[in-house]
């Protein structure tokens, strides 16, 4: 199941490609967005999305207010073995929570 936080432009044509394979979509953003693809489940609670999550993609705006907004308590809200796409601005991620999870294996973590 793909996760995506933040459905702007880039989440949703990434779900657009993950819509093509048999991958369920689920997103998460302050409110449902009006023009989400019928085939995009809304979440309301992060958290919720994040323990059904196998990837998560990260595709929010960089504000001081979302500077470290996927820390320690969202990346173990996630499947151990989960997958984290970042495609925002590197400050999205919480570097040193960023750090624990990949040394004690619970997620694996991708730039692009």
């Known amino acids: 199941m793909l996760a995506v936080l933040g459905l702007g432009g880039i989440g949703k044509r990434v779900a657009e490609f993950a819509h093509a394979s048999p991958m ?3 997103y998460h953003n302050r409110k449902p967005a009006e023009d989400a693809p019928d085939y995009c489940e809304y979440f309301a609670d992060v958290e919720e999305m994040l323990h059904q999550a ?6 929010v705006p960089l504000r ?7 820390g ?4 173990r809200a996630l499947k151990p073995g989960a997958i984290i796409v970042n ?8 570097e040193e929570a960023m750090i624990r999870a990949l040394e004690d294996r619970h997620s694996h973590f991708t730039r692009t």
């Open 24 to 26: 369920q979509i689920i």
């Open 54 to 59: 196998d990837m998560l993609l990260v595709g």
């Open 64 to 70: 001081k207010e979302m500077e470290k907004l996927v």
């Open 72 to 75: 320690e308590k969202w990346i």
């Open 87 to 94: 495609v925002a601005r590197g400050k999205i991620i919480g």
